[in-house]
């Protein structure tokens, strides 16, 4: 038996989270065959067996983050000489029962006369009417009375935890609901806290006239080479603090990064040494 652990799935990614498995428990793979889909910070990926064997323990379930390096499935390999074993040997326990059960001579049962005993339940019809009133379950209630039969307090018990649980529902239904942040957006999350503690929050607000561009013009674009132009003539823009150091990093080239919504969350791609593109070169008067 070998145990596969979780590869780094790029860049030197922490964790993955475990979005569907497409094995289970003693199937039987090939090599190349897919496993699993993993979602990590910038993708979903599906990891191939890295051999043909059978499946004998998988490391968690849809949604749960598997930390790269550890444990994510074993798989036993094929044993040749395992093929002949003999099929009809028993393996495992025997399954022995406690209960004891008792026969009528000559294995005939009394006839039952009234609905004491129905459905194997102590209760009289009286009873049975009460806890249908009140949409008990019966079966859950266990008799106090002369060999196990129900009573009324019996069902009075029943209707009390009942009406407790109902107020421990509605109680909850009013409570703030927390939803488990899984995949980019606890990436995110987590990127975002950390930035905080490090990096000075700064802001700045201007109004530009954009009356002379020409028609059809891609803001997008004249944002990206005003950026461009600004960090060239100010390299401090492009600079960032470095706390270890206690000094002020100047990269050699610029990287700029886009915020972009999507259904998923905040993406933020980054461009490459901007100021070497053709297409952010071209300026306009």
């Not at 020409?214 to 950026?227: C, G, H």
Request: aromatic share 4%.
């Amino acid at each position: 038996m070998t145990t596969f652990n979780l590869p780094d799935l790029g860049e030197g990614l922490p964790d993955a989270e475990i979005r569907d498995w497409y094995v289970q428990l003693n199937d039987v793979i090939k090599v190349d065959q897919p496993m699993v889909a993993m979602e990590t910070a910038k993708a979903l990926v599906d990891i191939p067996a890295p051999f043909s064997g059978k499946i004998t323990k998988l490391y968690g379930k849809a949604g749960d983050i598997i930390k790269t390096g550890q444990a994510l499935i074993d798989i036993e390999g094929e044993n040749p000489t395992k093929k002949n074993t003999d099929q009809a040997t028993v393996v495992g326990n025997l399954q022995l029962g406690g209960a004891i059960l008792k026969e009528s001579p000559l294995g005939i049962q009394p006839k039952q006369t009234s609905m004491l005993h129905q459905n194997g339940i102590k209760a009289t019809p009286a009873i049975r009417a009460l806890a249908k009133k009140f949409q008990i379950n019966i079966s859950d209630c266990k008799g106090t009375g002369p060999d196990g039969q129900i009573l009324v307090a019996d069902i009075e018990k029943m209707i009390q935890q009942k009406s407790s649980k109902e107020t421990v529902s509605l109680s909850n239904s009013l409570s703030p609901r927390y939803e488990s942040l899984r995949g980019v957006r606890r990436v995110m999350a987590s990127t975002m806290k950390q930035a905080q503690h490090s990096i000075v929050p700064v802001t700045l607000l201007d109004d530009a006239d954009i009356h002379a561009w020409p028609e059809k013009t891609d803001i997008t674009l004249r944002l990206i080479r005003a950026v461009m132009a600004a960090c060239q003539r100010e390299p401090r823009l492009n600079a960032w603090f470095d706390e270890s150091q206690l000094a002020l990093c100047q990269p050699s080239q610029i990287d700029l990064g886009i915020a972009m919504d999507a259904p998923e969350g905040l993406f933020v791609p980054v461009l490459k040494n901007v100021a070497q593109e053709s297409q952010f070169k071209k300026s306009y008067r």
